[in-house]
């Protein structure tokens, strides 16, 4: 039987070997590597595999990802390889075991913090929270799902993803410091508990990810929990001990080596987005230049099954979708054609329509040439910045709302 405090090394060496196992095999894309971490497909993929056809008599649909199956297969074997280290932890000395404990826990504030600061710079960029597209703009409400409706609600509100970020990045700046390291990975707790909660209650597919950041969070605060609980009681506490992120053993020009490159990689993950081309120059690569919604003037032209097209809308991926008075929409991609008016459209099962587009003054037409029966749709472009959804209102008092 363990004693207490072997019992308590054992559990902080599980928990830190298992963060530590995940942030190596877990796939996550940073901008500034040349290459996307998949390890994990790499060392197991054949395991889970093998796993799923046993339990469930199929092959893997999708590639470890965001929660997909073979994500939750590769976090039981991480779990599994974890439990098997630490339970045979009597063959290890003590020395190698604290060794090993400080080693993680440096990585995993490395990691933290920076993925911290990627998705807190982001959001201050405007690359995470997307303005809503055309379409989503005009779909009823109740026919969204939960995370469009959340993603939506977000893109259109630019200075609270602006809020979100900053804090974000200012947390993440605060656990690379030793002085407050403490104070910020217990506002990163809260924080992540906050995305955590968003992720499961509007199904959003990185809950398994966020939850990960979260138990690396819980586990680096955990050796001080017990103080912060006392403090927040009320009782005498004895300070606060954090670990140095960079030995003190270090010769001094090690540390600055070292602080250098620390600060350059989280430097060149948060600025490498801005590479990036930005939503304009991304509207000017399209054919046509063609992104919006527009009204259909001549909407007394029945097409076959009477359905009457009331919006069309150019997707700025490349989507150009039909929107039918019963609110059904028709999605086909498009691609600029052999003239220079033309585009063409495919469906999903690669049959083909060839479009022509003319711009007149304010008048968009749009040669349908037989698609649904019709000849030419005339289109009036929509403001879509004077919608309610993007105005910026605020309100001392509600006398001030009427």
Known sequence: MLRPQQSNTALSFFFHS????????????????????????IFFGSIIEGLNLVFFQEHILFP??????GL???????????????????????????????????????????????????????????????????TRFGNLEKDILYWSLIGSTPTYSLFLGITEVIIATGILFRK??????????????????????????????????????????????????????????????????IPRHFPTRLKLILTFLIGTMIFLECVTMQLYPSKIQQQNQRPLELHGAFNVLNKSQEITDGKNIEHVY????????????????????????GF????????????????????????????????????????TEIDLQSLPVFQDQFHWTVEAIH
């Open 18 to 41: 298992f963060s530590l196992l995940s942030i190596i095999f877990v796939p996550i894309t940073f901008r500034s590597l040349p290459f996307e971490n998949r390890l994990g497909e």
């Open 64 to 69: 470890i990802s965001s929660d997909s199956r």
């Open 72 to 138: 939750y297969w590769l976090i039981l074997i991480l779990l599994f390889i974890a439990l098997v280290c630490t339970l045979s932890l009597r063959h290890f000395k003590s020395s190698f075991i604290q060794s090993f404990i400080m080693i993680s826990r440096r990585i995993m504030i490395l990691y933290l913090s920076l993925v911290l600061f990627k998705y807190g710079c982001d959001k201050i960029f405007g690359t995470q929270f997307y303005t809503p597209e055309p379409n989503i703009l005009f």
């Open 180 to 245: 407050t390291r403490v104070f910020f990975l217990f506002l990163s707790v809260l924080m992540l508990l906050y995305i955590v909660g968003i992720n499961f209650i509007f199904d959003i597919s990185v809950k398994i990810f966020s939850t990960l950041l979260l138990l690396t969070a819980i586990t680096l605060l955990s050796t001080s929990l017990l103080k912060i609980i006392r403090f927040f009681s009320g009782a005498n506490c004895t300070p606060l001990q954090p670990d140095n992120l």
């Open 314 to 337: 150019f997707h700025s991926k490349n989507y150009l979708i039909f929107h039918f008075r019963n609110e059904e929409m028709l999605d086909f991609h498009y691609s600029k054609g």
């Open 340 to 379: 220079s008016n033309e585009i063409i459209l495919t469906d999903y099962d690669l049959n083909q329509h060839v479009l022509s587009v003319v711009k007149k003054d304010k008048i968009t037409l749009l040669a349908m040439n037989g698609l649904f029966g019709y000849d030419t749709l005339q289109l």
